[in-house]
């Protein structure tokens, strides 16, 4: 069993995993790091391209303004595909699903969108409210201060098996201060809102009018259209030595060498979209979907408009409830997380944020006229 001085520690540094940190018997510590060694996508969070053009001519992309953020979506016609990767274990096996026609959101949920939805509400997000001491019984009353879980690069080169390494708490981090204290989102208002909890997500997309994607939904859309290729965009990492979205390059965590243009996270539009006229359905910022987590749900996944599991299950945090991220993000590299992978999936404890993590939405509105 960790002493006090651990349970803090761990607090301070990690608030991705944290209720789950703090109830861990040391069996279940020991089963959960075996497999994190197996699979990083605990941590990943916590773990061809048409023109422009053709591209929004293909898709029959259209203005549509159903709630109060006034973003432009585009709709994605219904159809079936070959979901998941064999490539991971928790997306596999691979799998045909069918789903109807929705209205997805072109981009990320911006920075200025989200202060639109503050200032209409007042909704305060899970990373700026006051946290409660009776879950975290073992740390004193002076450091449970609101605060949330951002990518801080070691000076020197880490064991990639301790991802405690470059995640920080920092104390007033949120939304509106994405690096912590004396940072802010003025000039990044075009940049996609992170630090956001699933129950931030939701509450948005309720006031908007919409919903959280099913990760069906998001697959099929991410794919575009095409057959299963390795990377959404096609088979080649870098087609014609060209970056065609927002991961990390170099030597991870310690240096980014933002060979395509971005150190850390991105204006939404800042690479080309894909055939159905969607931005950064890879990289950038992790995406919350609607489903529960579990890494056995493809096993027994419905075939037609598949919605998730009743409720979650990760084996290397039991009862702690997960819900499914999708698109990995600026942090994502071939020498740690690869969940820029076509069919790959990402998790997340539904009340933690990151300075890597975001959303957009779906709607059920009818889909144009011709």
């Excluded at 709607?363 to 011709?370: H, K, M, T």
Aim: aromatic share 12%; glycine share 10%; charged share 25%.
């Amino acid at each position: 069993m960790m002493s006090s001085s651990e349970r803090i520690g761990l607090f301070l540094i990690l608030p991705l995993f944290a209720l789950a940190c703090y109830r861990q018997t040391g069996q279940n510590a020991r089963e959960g790091e075996q497999l994190l060694h197996a699979d990083s996508v605990a941590t990943c969070v916590s773990h061809g391209v048409p023109s422009r053009a053709a591209a929004i001519a293909e898709s029959k992309a259209r203005p549509h303004l159903p709630g109060g953020d006034d973003a432009r979506m585009v709709y994605i016609q219904g159809g079936k595909f070959r979901m998941g990767s064999a490539k991971f274990a928790d997306a596999s096996p691979v799998h045909e699903v069918t789903v109807d026609g929705f209205w997805m959101d072109e981009h990320e949920v911006t920075n200025a969108q989200f202060a639109r939805f503050v200032a209409a509400t007042g909704y305060q997000t899970v990373a700026e409210r006051p946290l409660n001491p009776k879950d975290f019984p073992d740390v004193p009353l002076d450091v449970l201060q609101p605060g949330s879980a951002v990518f801080t690069p070691p000076a020197r080169p880490v064991d990639l098996r301790s991802h405690l390494q470059w995640w920080k708490y920092v104390v007033g981090a949120s939304w509106r201060q994405p690096e912590g204290p004396g940072s802010s989102i003025k000039g990044r208002e075009n940049e996609p809102v992170v630090h956001i909890a699933y129950e931030d997500a939701e509450a948005f997309a309720v006031w908007a009018g919409k919903r959280l994607p099913t990760e069906a939904e998001w697959e099929y859309a991410a794919r575009g259209g095409k057959p299963n290729t390795v990377y959404y965009w096609g088979d080649e990492l870098k087609p014609g030595g060209k970056w065609l979205a927002n991961v990390y390059q170099g030597d991870f965590p310690v240096r980014d060498a933002a060979e395509d243009g971005y150190e850390g996270v991105a204006p939404v539009k800042s690479f080309e979209p894909n055939a159905f006229g969607l931005y950064d359905m890879d990289g950038n910022v992790w995406e919350w979907c609607s489903d529960y987590y579990r890494p056995d749900y493809y096993e027994r996944s419905p075939t037609v408009n598949p919605k998730g599991p009743v409720d979650s299950y990760d084996p290397i945090e039991p009862g702690v409830v997960k819900r499914v991220q999708r698109g990995g993000s600026f942090l994502c590299n071939e020498q740690y997380c690869e969940r820029y992978i076509a069919g790959s999936r990402g998790k997340g404890e539904v009340s933690s944020g990151s300075n890597n993590l975001g959303f957009r939405c779906v709607s059920d509105e009818p889909p144009p006229q011709n």
